[in-house]
């Protein structure tokens, strides 16, 4: 099973920054390989469905959901094999817990997340 730990995760006032990380446990040879896979950052926000808000294909394309186009950059250091997910000028509409997965997801995989709140 693969082990994804997300963290970087806060509280933040509107128009602040936060980065979040996803490490992916396991070595190179049993482990997962964030590099070998499209990779994607999903919130979920109370009383609603969780979404995907950007994703890295393999060959490094990035897109992002509407609403944080501009704001958030997702990026990996595949020597790290750690994904991130740069989100700038926070908005009290990004409050959500914050995973990291595949993309598409696979639900096996879904780790703690880490809570992103943004509030004054």
Do not use: H
Request: glycine content about 10%; charged content about 20%; aromatic content about 10%.
């Amino acid at each position: 099973q693969v082990q994804l730990v997300e963290s970087g995760g806060g509280l933040v006032q509107p128009g602040g920054s936060l980065r979040l990380s996803c490490a992916a446990s396991g070595s190179i040879f049993s482990g997962f390989i964030i590099s070998y896979n499209a990779m994607g950052w999903y919130r979920q926000a109370p009383g609603k469905e969780r979404e995907l808000v950007a994703r890295v294909t393999r060959g490094d394309s990035t897109d992002y959901a509407d609403s944080v186009k501009g704001r958030f950059t997702i990026s990996r250091d595949n020597a790290k094999n750690t994904v991130y997910l740069q989100m700038n000028n926070l908005k009290p509409e990004d409050t959500a817990v914050y995973y990291c997965n595949k993309s598409p997801p696979n639900n096996n995989d879904w780790g703690q997340g880490t809570q992103v709140t943004v509030s004054s």
